[in-house]
Nanobody
Framework: QVQLVESGGGLVQSGGSLRLSCVAS????????MAWFRQAPGKQREFVAA????????EYLDSVKGRFTISRDNAKNTVYLQMSTVRSEDTAVYYC????????????????WGQGTQVTVSS
C-alpha cells in the first residue's frame, strides 16, 4: 500500500501562485510514477500532470502547460505541483495519485490516491 497526503491548497488570487505538496509513505517511492488530478464542482476528475520516478518524463494537461510545473524530491518522498498564473478555472480539489513504473493520464490506472486539497482562485 502507498499512503499519500496532500497539502498546500488554499485561496489564491487570479494570476497568483501556489505550490502543492504530496508526501508518500508505505512503499519505495522511486518505484512509482506520480500524478496530480483535479475535480471542479459538478465536473469529472481530470488529469493535470504526471512525472516518472526519475523525473525524466513529464506530462501535462494542455491548459496548464507553461503555467504549472510538476517535480519530485525522491529523498523526501514528495511530489510537488507549482501553480503559476492561476485562473478561476483552476479552482478544484487537487488529488495526488501513484502507480508503479510508468506515467499514465487516466485516473483508473492509478490505484493509490490522497484525500485531496482544495484550491480556490478568486478573481
Amino acid at each position: 500500500q502507498v499512503q499519500l497526503v496532500e497539502s498546500g491548497g488554499g485561496l489564491v488570487q487570479s494570476g497568483g501562485s501556489l505550490r502543492l505538496s504530496c508526501v508518500a509513505s508505505g512503499r519505495t517511492f522511486t518505484d512509482y510514477a506520480m500524478a496530480w488530478f483535479r475535480q471542479a464542482p459538478g465536473k469529472q476528475r481530470e488529469f493535470v500532470a504526471a512525472i516518472t520516478w526519475g523525473g525524466g518524463r513529464v506530462e501535462y494537461l494542455d491548459s496548464v502547460k507553461g503555467r504549472f510545473t510538476i517535480s519530485r524530491d525522491n529523498a523526501k518522498n514528495t511530489v510537488y505541483l507549482q501553480m503559476s498564473t492561476v485562473r478561476s478555472e483552476d479552482t478544484a480539489v487537487y488529488y495526488c495519485a501513484a502507480r508503479r513504473l510508468w506515467v499514465e493520464t487516466t485516473e483508473y490506472q492509478y490505484p493509490y490516491w490522497g484525500q485531496g486539497t482544495q484550491v480556490t482562485v478568486s478573481s
